[in-house]
Nanobody
Framework: QVQLVESGGGLVQAGGSLRLSCAVSGLPFSTYAMGWFRQAPGKERKFVAA????????YYADSVKGRFTISRDNAKNTVSLQMNSLKPEDTAVYYC????????????????WGQGTQVTVSS
């Protein structure tokens, strides 16, 4: 059974930082690209960041580039998202995703999702 369990969300003031983590089990983690998506109230779920299976390549949405950093630890089957200089528009539920795909310059989600963790940034 595949499980993705996020942690680390919360309430933070604008300009602050949060670190999200996702613990993965039930799949060969070190062979899967991993990603983070987010969904704000009343909006579609959108790509935030992705990392290759080895961790050698990372990808970011333009809206978070330079502020967020995705990383992974294949020994611990975890993927993390360090979020700095947070803005109110970063407020959303953040989801961990296994096996996202890049097609025609757009990122598409893979099959497996975590339950999501709420990030709220106050102004």
């Amino acid at each position: 059974q595949v499980q993705l369990v996020e942690s680390g969300g919360g309430l933070v003031q604008a300009g602050g930082s949060l670190r999200l983590s996702c613990a993965v089990s039930g799949l060969p983690f070190s062979t899967y690209a991993m990603g983070w998506f987010r969904q704000a109230p009343g909006k579609e779920r959108k790509f935030v960041a992705a990392i290759s299976y080895s961790g050698g390549s990372t990808y970011y949405a333009d809206s978070v580039k330079g502020r967020f950093t995705i990383s992974r630890d294949n020994a611990k089957n975890t993927v993390s998202l360090q979020m700095n200089s947070l803005k109110p528009e970063d407020t959303a539920v953040y989801y961990c995703n296994a096996d996202p795909r890049l097609l025609a310059n757009n990122w598409y989600s893979g099959e497996y999702w975590g339950q999501g963790t709420q990030v709220t940034v106050s102004s």
